[in-house]
């Protein structure tokens, strides 16, 4: 395919205007179509261009990023990346709460601006081109299920790990505020997101769920009902004792949380007695990690195309012939519900 890339960018900045064209501009398979200073001006644009992506300030006049991108997935569907300078705390959860308005990504303005050659240039660049066309997906809220009982064996875990990047936050947020707050299970959960980005995150989540949210302490043992993520930079193991480590050993794949890390250390402590789960994601990171699971004995589910912002990760973990389950995203906590309670009954002795 060799049609462009198009893209319309919103920013109140006309310096950070002219920036952003002339980078994307530059780019072989990117043609900017149109620019604007506020929401206003940038849904007429939608509306009569029809952009591959839009890419939109948080914060503008008369319209800002937030009604816009309401307004866009509402009446003009399409993949929306935030750029935004929000890395102040403050400031952040207007992030996530554009995620949860549908927007697939956010990336971090650097604080000394774009530069044409940058690394941060270049990034934002491949991320376009990576979004462009994909499917985007409304968001919906779930009523929780009740649980529903199969038959058959089923292992018994005593851990549930998950691995996402792109679209990946707005997923985790619809999942976890399903949870009851007895959940019986610790989580461990890898999300790939800029750096900057991941203590707002985790708020933001830890809002959405009676379950307990936060970044794992060195040597701290998973507690159940508390959802773990990695130190900012650093890759997130269990070891041989059954504590958490934080360890900043070099990137695998390209990525610091790797997904892959994670996975791959459970079976030493947990045996079979996992559950993985592989989200939206552009990339294979957390392939390999899974069929190290499935190897084990554990369980293994991936979402679905249907309900994945990007079908990368899931799509080559099922072609692997690695996965047991391929769920929308829906269905997904009356899953990890199943999974739970057979481990409580099986720990406690009590019948089906």
């Not at 930079?233 to 790797?258: C, E, K």
Request: charged share 20%.
């Amino acid at each position: 395919m060799n049609e462009k890339v198009t893209v319309v960018i919103a920013d109140d900045s006309p310096i950070v205007r002219s920036v952003l064209q002339n980078i994307l501009s530059s780019s072989p398979g990117i043609e900017v179509v149109g620019v604007a200073s506020n929401g206003i001006e940038a849904l007429d644009l939608v509306k009569r261009l029809n952009p591959s992506v839009l890419c939109t300030d948080l914060h503008m006049p008369k319209m800002d990023g937030m009604e816009l991108t309401r307004r866009v997935m509402k009446e003009n569907p399409l993949p929306i990346i935030v750029i935004s300078v929000s890395v102040v705390k403050d400031k952040q959860q207007n992030i996530f709460e554009l995620l949860d308005a549908g927007a697939v990504d956010v990336f971090a303005k650097p604080s000394g601006g774009f530069k044409p050659d940058s690394e941060e240039a270049k990034e934002l660049v491949e991320k376009i081109k990576i979004v462009a066309g994909i499917r985007v997906i409304r968001k919906n809220h779930f009523k929780h299920q009740a649980e529903t009982r199969t038959k058959g064996p089923v292992s018994s875990p005593a851990v549930i790990a998950i691995g996402a990047s792109t679209g990946g936050p707005q997923i985790l947020h619809t999942i976890f505020s399903q949870l009851p707050e007895n959940f019986p299970l610790p989580i461990l959960c890898v999300q790939h997101i800029s750096t900057g980005f991941l203590d707002s995150l985790i708020t933001w989540l830890d809002e959405s769920t009676p379950l307990h949210v936060a970044i794992a302490h060195q040597g701290e043992i998973p507690k159940p009902g508390h959802i773990y993520f990695p130190q900012e930079d650093h890759h997130l193991v269990i070891n041989n004792q059954g504590r958490l480590r934080n360890l900043d050993s070099p990137p695998v794949g390209n990525h610091r949380p790797a997904i892959n890390v994670t996975f791959n250390s459970l079976p030493g402590y947990y045996g079979k007695n996992i559950v993985t789960l592989l989200l939206s994601g552009m990339g294979e990171d957390g392939v390999e990690g899974l069929q190290h699971i499935a190897r084990s004995g554990g369980v293994t589910i991936a979402q679905d195309e249907a309900t994945s912002v990007v079908f990368g990760m899931p799509k080559a973990a099922i072609a692997l012939g690695i996965v047991n389950k391929v769920l929308p995203m829906e269905k997904i906590p009356e899953a990890l519900m199943h999974y739970a309670l057979e481990h409580s009954r099986r720990s406690t002795g009590t019948r089906a």
